[in-house]
């Protein structure tokens, strides 16, 4: 069965720098959520979209922002990146926004140096 | 306050044995949905179980199952038959579903299963 894509999987980047992450969801999958793990932690939620709509927000940075696009994939666009924004990034899909499981991507593991 | 708790940093269990890790939660959302996640070293996120707060029957999946206990708000995964596989970070989740539809998960369990 497809799953959640995430790209890349790995990503360097120099503090104030700005990184994009991608997120595929499931087919017919039309809610996403993102979610921040960082070391040694459990993950965080930061924003999620439903059916294109932003429907929630967690604890994502002013830096952040993410939008969900008309073929359902979402981007998380962060700058000004900061040391502490060194952490595991997760995408999680699912069908419908009240019902369904949240399924997770492979996630994106970002470095900032 | 914590929504989601694990006492239970790390467990250590025997190859083909059962071994019970622990997750109590809090709400005041009569319908809620409670999941169990697996993390390997590896670092993905691995569904497991999900139990919903009106479901009679505690859920199980294979090896997994999962002792709902509402009265006492607990919801503890039973892994049957340990393999050396299962050794990860186990991390119990809740969605509530009034208001924000996110997980809010608890801070894990690192299960480690010896040969």
């Known amino acids: 069965a497809a799953g959640v894509i995430q790209s890349p999987r790995h990503l360097i980047k120099e503090k104030r720098e700005t990184a994009t992450l991608k997120c595929y969801p499931i087919p017919r999958h039309d809610t996403v959520y993102w979610y921040q793990q960082g070391p040694g932690q459990d993950p965080q939620f930061l924003i999620s979209?439903?059916?294109?709509?932003?429907?929630d927000k967690g604890s994502i940075p002013d830096r952040f922002s993410a939008q969900q696009f008309s073929d359902y994939h979402s981007e998380l666009n962060m700058s000004s990146l900061e040391l502490g924004d060194s952490a595991l990034y997760f995408c999680?899909?699912?069908?419908?926004?009240?019902?369904?499981?949240?399924?997770f991507g492979p996630g994106t593991r970002l470095t900032v140096l | 306050a914590q929504k989601i708790t694990q006492t239970q940093p790390g467990m250590f269990v025997q190859e083909k044995e059962a071994v019970t890790l622990d997750c109590t939660y809090d709400t005041s959302d009569p319908s809620y949905g409670l999941f169990w996640y697996k993390q390997p070293s590896s670092g993905e996120m691995i569904f497991l179980i999900y139990?919903?707060?009106?479901?009679?029957q505690n859920a199980t999946e294979g090896r997994y199952s999962l002792n709902f206990q509402k009265a006492r708000k607990s919801a503890n995964l039973v892994i049957s038959a340990s393999q050396l596989g299962d050794s990860a970070m186990y991390f119990c989740?809740?969605?509530?579903?009034?208001?924000?539809?996110?997980?809010?998960f608890g801070s894990g369990t690192r299960l480690q299963v010896q040969p």
């Open positions: 979209f439903y059916e294109k709509m932003q429907s």
């Open positions: 989740a809740m969605r509530e579903d009034t208001g924000r539809r996110a997980l809010t």
């Open positions: 139990q919903g707060s009106y479901d009679q």
């Open positions: 999680a899909s699912s069908h419908g926004l009240y019902v369904d499981t949240q399924y």
